[in-house]
């Protein structure tokens, strides 16, 4: 009984959270991406390479804010981690490097605020912070935002 009486509360609360997410796709790069909604001043964001082995997945964890945001475009910024979760099952060291994330979500179309064309530029550095290279990125992305911010 206990869980049928949780059942509408649960997927509402899905509904909602599902309202607030944005997935990007990066085909130069084969990066995936899934961030929080985008279109909030602080937001947050992880990537991850889709054409490599599972045991060599790189994943990105963001933090980022909105510097601006308009009707056309929002500029944003924010540091990142990047990772090798199977690195760490193997008892290696689990941080690979760190990002800085400078980028802008084009809205180009008028009647679909949702559609944005992605331009990102991250300096890379490894996690002994003695190399590293300046990254850039470009894609589409979907948010799927709650109808009352549209």
Same mark, same amino acid.
């Given at each position: 009984? $206990?869980?049928?009486?949780?059942?509408?509360?649960?997927?509402?609360?899905?509904?909602? %959270?599902? !309202?607030?997410?944005?997935?990007?796709?990066?085909?130069?790069?084969?990066?995936?991406?899934?961030?929080?909604?985008?279109? *909030? #001043?602080?937001?947050?964001?992880?990537?991850?390479?889709?054409?490599?082995?599972? %045991?060599?997945?790189?994943?990105?964890?963001?933090?980022?804010? +909105?510097? $601006?945001?308009?009707?056309?475009? +929002? @500029?944003?910024? =924010?540091?990142?981690?990047?990772? +090798?979760? /199977?690195?760490?099952?193997?008892?290696?060291?689990?941080?690979? =490097? @760190?990002? &800085?994330? &400078? =980028? /802008? *979500?084009? $809205?180009?179309?008028?009647?679909?605020?949702?559609?944005?064309?992605?331009?990102?530029?991250?300096? @890379?550095?490894?996690?002994?912070?003695?190399?590293? @290279?300046? #990254?850039?990125?470009?894609?589409?992305?979907?948010?799927? *935002?709650? $109808? !009352?911010?549209?």
């Amino acid at each position: 009984m $206990k869980r049928l009486l949780l059942l509408p509360g649960t997927l509402c609360f899905l509904q909602s %959270a599902t !309202a607030q997410v944005a997935v990007s796709y990066f085909p130069f790069q084969s990066v995936l991406g899934v961030s929080s909604n985008p279109e *909030r #001043r602080v937001w947050a964001g992880v990537t991850a390479e889709t054409n490599t082995f599972v %045991a060599n997945v790189n994943a990105e964890v963001q933090a980022l804010a +909105n510097l $601006k945001r308009g009707e056309w475009v +929002n @500029y944003y910024a =924010g540091p990142g981690v990047n990772i +090798n979760p /199977a690195s760490a099952l193997n008892e290696l060291p689990l941080i690979n =490097g @760190y990002t &800085l994330t &400078l =980028g /802008a *979500r084009i $809205k180009p179309l008028p009647a679909h605020r949702n559609v944005h064309v992605v331009f990102e530029l991250a300096p @890379y550095t490894n996690q002994y912070l003695d190399s590293g @290279y300046l #990254r850039t990125q470009l894609g589409l992305s979907y948010n799927f *935002r709650p $109808k !009352a911010e549209r």
